[in-house]
């Protein structure tokens, strides 16, 4: 069963044999607004906690995604190079950035779980 968890940055990250699922929370795309353009990593990538992984531009501003943990990109979500609005629609969903092998799953204990993100957006 994947676990997911949170960051304070509005990243969410669900954990499934190893392989991590990145994405933006709800709150974080509706304080964007509609988004018009995703950069998306290249396979291969190796990423460090804190590094800007992604870059999401919207109708107001770019922002940048933070990797949740250490890691290698295994797959970037390309259904939103022609549709970044999928982040909108279904930002926990279909509307994922990118897969990651996680490097050290240790680091994921320093992460919110779901009561604790909602705490934290209150």
Do not use: C
């Not at 392989?19 to 995703?38: K, P, S």
């Not at 870059?55 to 290698?72: H, L, Q």
């Not at 259904?79 to 629609?89: E, F, H, I």
């Amino acid at each position: 069963m994947a676990t997911t968890y949170f960051t304070e940055d509005h990243e969410w990250i669900r954990v499934e044999g190893g392989i991590a699922t990145v994405g933006i929370t709800d709150y974080a795309q509706e304080q964007l607004g509609d988004l018009v353009f995703v950069e998306l990593p290249e396979a291969g990538k190796a990423l460090k906690k804190g590094d800007v992984a992604v870059v999401v531009e919207s109708v107001k501003a770019a922002s940048d995604v933070y990797a949740p943990a250490d890691g290698e990109i295994v797959e970037s979500n390309a259904a939103l190079s022609g549709d970044p609005a999928l982040v909108n629609t279904a930002a926990t969903g279909d509307g994922w950035l990118w897969k990651m092998k996680l490097a050290d799953e240790s680091q994921l204990s320093g992460l919110l779980d779901e009561a604790g993100y909602k705490a934290h957006i209150g």
